[in-house]
């Protein structure tokens, strides 16, 4: 069974920074892409930041110039640097990861999320 795990959410001043991590566990033979999606109370569930296999990155025109997405050094695992943090990024953080190739079977996960919260 692939799961995926979260960490680095808290709580924050306006202006600071935060760093989520995942990483993605169980027989995995390839991830097509990871991810960060967020979402706030009485929003729907947005994409924040999403990296792929080949190296391809897309970030959410609010982040872009503050968050930054790479891998980290351990396999299938992702990370989140946010900078600048606004209250506006108060959310919950989950991590996505699409296209995960494990035991014969290609689907989609999602991690159980983290808090982030920014004070004014």
């Known amino acids: 069974q692939v799961q995926l795990v979260e960490s680095g959410g808290g709580l924050v001043q306006a202006g600071g920074s935060l760093r989520l991590s995942c990483a993605a566990s169980?027989?995995?033979?390839?991830?097509?892409?990871m991810g960060w999606y967020r979402q706030a109370p009485g929003k729907e569930r947005e994409l924040v930041a999403r990296?792929?296999?080949?190296?391809?990155?897309s970030y959410a025109d609010s982040v872009k110039g503050r968050f930054t997405i790479s891998r980290g050094n351990a396999k299938n695992t992702v990370l989140l640097q946010m900078n600048s943090l606004e209250p506006e990024d108060t959310a919950v953080y989950y991590c996505?990861?699409?296209?995960?190739?494990?035991?014969?079977?290609?689907?989609?996960?999602w991690g159980q999320g983290t808090q982030v919260t920014v004070s004014s």
């Open positions: 990296i792929t296999g080949g190296g391809s990155i």
């Open positions: 169980g027989i995995i033979y390839n991830i097509n892409a």
């Open positions: 996505h990861a699409d296209g995960v190739r494990s035991k014969g079977l290609v689907a989609n996960f």
